[in-house]
């Protein structure tokens, strides 16, 4: 399984939703490890606006930037989940909701 992040906005007079920047995706080994970097899963990030998400996809990142061995116990022993990785997802994460702040973000 994974999680599979995207932003997307309603077009003006129209009944129609399209999606902004692209679409990441990331193992759902690291749900741990996005707990208690984020405080939440993606999949809990469903439906919210992108500006909300930011200050908490920039506290995750700084943990894993500065304290990455605080959060080696939550990588997944098949190798399918690791500090690197969800750091990377983050940051790709933080540049899409910065980029579009008023979109809502959409996990499926």
């Known amino acids: ?19 902004l920047g692209q679409n990441y995706g990331i193992t759902y080994n690291l749900r741990e490890m996005f707990q208690a970097t984020v405080g939440s899963t993606p999949s809990e990030w469903n439906g ?10 920039t506290d995750g990142i700084n943990k894993l930037i500065f304290h990455p061995d605080d959060y080696r116990k939550y990588e997944s022993d098949n190798g399918w989940g ?27």
Do not use: H
Not at 5 to 12: F, N, P, S
Not at 48 to 57: E, F, G, N, T
């Open 1 to 19: 399984m994974s999680y599979n992040i995207w932003l997307e906005a309603k077009l003006l007079k129209a009944d129609k939703f399209v999606q």
């Open 82 to 108: 690791t500090v690197s990785g969800c750091r990377d997802f983050l940051i790709k994460v933080q540049a899409l909701c910065e980029e579009y702040p008023y979109a809502t973000v959409r996990e499926d």
């Open 48 to 57: 919210i606006l992108a500006s909300d998400l930011l200050p908490k996809l």
